[in-house]
């Protein structure tokens, strides 16, 4: 297959995974269901957290068998297509379960089952995605083909989003939230469908990768010691993680601000829109200005979210905060998420030595796992202090990030 095909493979596969996941996003989707479902912040929490430590942990073991086997595209089938099931799996849940009538508190264990299934899923897609892009598409075209996935993924987005709305307000609670995911899993499967038809590039070099695990593991920890741009890279994450604190919390900030949960799909219909319109600026930055340069602006625009809401939560308007203003919140907030991950896909492509792809991009996550313990913190944070604390801590550790980008040197000596 030519190197054109590829990079349309992987934008369209992309875009019809972008599509899908925004139909559960855990921000909004996710956290509103959950929310409605058990009434418990720490149980909102625990969304942004199982979602990010499912996607990390499998990492840094498929890291080491996908390193060793030489071939990733197995170890890809087997985390898109299973993801794909457990989100089908949720959305039948739900339609059997309202129609027997079980307890929201039956459903909403359920739901956070289906979740971690899910979560852990997509963790063991994460190596085996990084290494074939990064052999399927030019370095100078990985930022393109990265916004072009959102920008995709963003205007099918816009239509799910508009479907979601009409299914949330027209169908009884949950089922509409099955017939949601329904349309997550069909999008999820055309996705993993497209991008393993692709095939698997060759390598220009053979992996190197350790004998055993624990020498896998051991080489880790030397990596980390001694490559000083990765350790920065890890430690700007772990900030990065604090900031997610917040993420599954805007959309519950927004009932306390006096906008009801039934305004979730337009929520995320301008969450969507703000990725889908910053996608060019994105795509064009990463690839002419540097991943490291996107990273450091994505980073320090994250300070303005959580403190427009602690600003927000704070004054207290009478009648609460009309619709528009949050609007425009939800709006930023799908922006820098699509140019996070547009900038840390990337850099962390840039920094890998091309031999040991797979086991830094398992180094990397697995490292970086910790830090995504903190949503589920935070939904401590938030029942026992109030959310204004929630998204003051966030504010703080995206100011962090920041500082700690702007001390960051790549490998050829460039800071921009």
Sequence with gaps: ??????????????????????????????????????????????????????????????????????????????????????????????????????????????????????????????????????????????????????????????????????????????????????????????????????????????????????????????????????????????????????APFFVVGTETLGVGLQNVALLLAAQTAGALLSNALWGWWGDRLGKLSLMRAIATARIGPPLALVVLLVADAPGGTPLPILLGVFFVLGALTNGLTIAVIGLLMEISPENRRPAYSGYFNALSAPAYLLPLVGGVVAAAFGLTLVFTIAAAAAFGQSVILFRIRTRNGDDH
């Design 1 to 246: 297959m030519t190197g054109r095909r590829r990079f349309w493979h992987v934008a369209g596969a992309g875009a019809a995974f972008q599509a899908g996941s925004s139909a559960v996003d855990s921000a909004t989707v996710m956290s509103a269901l959950v929310f409605q479902l058990t009434g418990s912040p720490v149980a909102v929490g625990a969304v942004s957290t199982i979602l990010r430590l499912g996607w990390l942990l499998p990492q840094l073991v498929v890291g080491f068998l996908a390193g060793r086997g030489g071939s990733a595209m197995p170890f890809y089938a087997v985390g898109a297509f299973g993801r794909t099931g457990a989100i089908a799996l949720l959305a039948g849940v739900l339609w059997i379960g309202a129609a027997a009538g079980l307890s929201p508190a039956a459903l909403g264990m359920a739901t956070l089952a289906l979740w971690t299934l899910y979560a852990f899923l997509s963790g063991i897609v994460g190596v085996p995605y990084n290494d074939i892009v990064a052999r399927s598409v030019p370095a100078d075209l990985r930022s393109r083909v990265l916004a072009l996935r959102f920008f995709g993924g963003g205007v099918a987005g816009l239509g799910v989003a508009a479907l979601a709305d009409r299914l949330i307000r027209s169908l009884e609670f949950p089922t509409s939230y099955a017939a949601v995911f329904a349309i997550a899993a069909a999008l999820m499967l055309v996705s993993s469908i497209v991008f393993v038809a692709m095939g698997e590039p060759d390598r220009s070099a053979p992996v190197r990768t350790a004998d055993s695990f624990a020498t896998y593991l051991r080489e880790g920890i030397v990596t980390y010691r001694t490559d000083r741009t990765f350790r920065q890279f890890v430690i700007a994450q772990w900030c990065g993680g604090a900031v997610l604190m917040a």
